[in-house]
């Protein structure tokens, strides 16, 4: 499938759902407490967009070739899970990190993103991989721009999580996005220089980073979607959607509570407040 250049009336349906998506993990925010179950905090999302944001989860009952239904509405994916976790009712504990991932459909259009959440007081550790794992996520948007490649993305977040002792998982990536959940292209979070597609304006696409602890090497449990790492390190993963501009890139995902952007990015290069 090729991949599809946005109009400016399409992108502004998309940067509607994108910020129903960020709005949606503002609302969420304060209930990532110790105790709380992640199946509540599923329910709090899926009742939040239906009834407030009148938007539709689009985890809900997706089901992509060889897949068994998603059978919830948010992704919680709790340590060692690095992506696809199901919701249950296993109360997290303090200490814990959790990464809620997020997508929206609102009039046809997707908005998709994820944070990482510390559950109380969590370890230096764990504080240092979400923190690492969120710059790593900004290195690859800040080679945004027309002319640039998938690869230089790639680049970016891999010897930037490298060089500060984490692994990137290469089995996940970003993704194109529009009316359907998941379009071309495929953003890898690894890659070379100057190699891949190359970018337009009007291209819209996710980069969602998932750095580990230890390895690389992932496992599936037998729910048919929560993926581990295999050394059961930790795993964190941040994630925006944004689309290529004339002269660099916009973020999405914004909301008045987005976490800005590291002091690495310049306020040129940061996305307009929303």
Same mark, same amino acid.
Not at 137 to 157: E, F, K, N, S, Y
Not at 210 to 221: F, L, S, V
């Given at each position: 499938?090729?991949?599809?250049?946005?109009?400016?009336?399409?992108?502004?349906?998309?940067?509607?759902? &994108?910020?129903?998506?960020?709005?949606?993990?503002?609302?969420?925010?304060?209930?990532?407490?110790?105790?709380?179950?992640?199946?509540?905090?599923?329910?709090?999302?899926?009742?939040?967009?239906?009834?407030?944001?009148?938007? =539709?989860?689009?985890? /809900?009952?997706?089901?992509?070739?060889?897949?068994?239904?998603?059978?919830? !509405? =948010?992704?919680?994916?709790?340590?060692?899970?690095?992506?696809?976790?199901?919701?249950?009712?296993?109360? /997290?504990?303090?200490?814990?990190?959790?990464?809620?991932?997020?997508?929206?459909?609102?009039? &046809? @259009?997707?908005?998709? !993103?994820?944070?990482?959440?510390?559950?109380?007081?969590?370890?230096?550790? %764990?504080?240092?991989?979400?923190?690492?794992? @969120?710059?790593?996520? @900004?290195?690859?948007?800040?080679?945004?721009?027309? &002319?640039?490649? /998938?690869?230089?993305?790639?680049? *970016? =977040?891999?010897?930037?999580?490298?060089?500060?002792?984490? !692994?990137?998982?290469?089995?996940?990536?970003?993704?194109?996005?529009?009316?359907?959940?998941?379009?071309?292209?495929?953003? /890898?979070?690894?890659?070379?220089?100057?190699?891949?597609?190359?970018?337009?304006?009007?291209?819209?696409?996710?980069?969602?980073?998932?750095?580990?602890?230890?390895?690389?090497? =992932?496992?599936?449990?037998?729910?048919? @979607?929560?993926?581990?790492?295999?050394?059961?390190?930790? !795993? %964190?993963?941040?994630?925006?959607?944004?689309?290529?501009?004339?002269?660099?890139?916009?973020?999405?995902?914004?909301?008045?509570?987005?976490?800005?952007?590291?002091?690495?990015?310049?306020?040129?290069? *940061?996305?307009?407040?929303?």
């Amino acid at each position: 499938m090729p991949i599809q250049i946005k109009t400016p009336e399409e992108i502004e349906k998309l940067r509607i759902a &994108g910020r129903l998506a960020a709005e949606l993990l503002d609302y969420i925010t304060p209930f990532v407490q110790p105790g709380v179950t992640t199946n509540e905090l599923d329910r709090l999302c899926h009742d939040y967009q239906v009834n407030v944001q009148h938007s =539709i989860p689009a985890p /809900l009952n997706y089901a992509p070739g060889g897949h068994m239904p998603y059978p919830k !509405s =948010i992704c919680t994916s709790v340590n060692q899970q690095i992506c696809h976790g199901v919701p249950n009712d296993k109360p /997290l504990k303090n200490g814990d990190i959790v990464n809620i991932d997020v997508t929206v459909i609102k009039d &046809g @259009w997707h908005g998709d !993103s994820s944070r990482m959440y510390c559950v109380g007081n969590v370890s230096p550790q %764990a504080r240092r991989l979400c923190d690492i794992t @969120w710059q790593a996520l @900004w290195h690859g948007i800040a080679q945004v721009r027309p &002319g640039a490649t /998938l690869g230089d993305i790639g680049h *970016a =977040i891999q010897t930037f999580a490298e060089t500060n002792g984490y !692994s990137v998982v290469r089995e996940f990536c970003g993704h194109g996005i529009g009316r359907k959940f998941h379009e071309e292209p495929q953003v /890898l979070h690894y890659g070379r220089p100057g190699s891949g597609v190359r970018l337009q304006p009007g291209m819209v696409f996710t980069i969602e980073p998932m750095i580990n602890a230890g390895r690389r090497e =992932i496992r599936q449990m037998p729910d048919g @979607w929560t993926v581990v790492t295999r050394d059961r390190s930790l !795993s %964190a993963q941040w994630e925006h959607m944004l689309t290529v501009t004339e002269t660099g890139y916009e973020v999405l995902t914004v909301s008045g509570h987005t976490p800005p952007p590291p002091d690495f990015i310049t306020a040129t290069d *940061a996305p307009p407040a929303p």
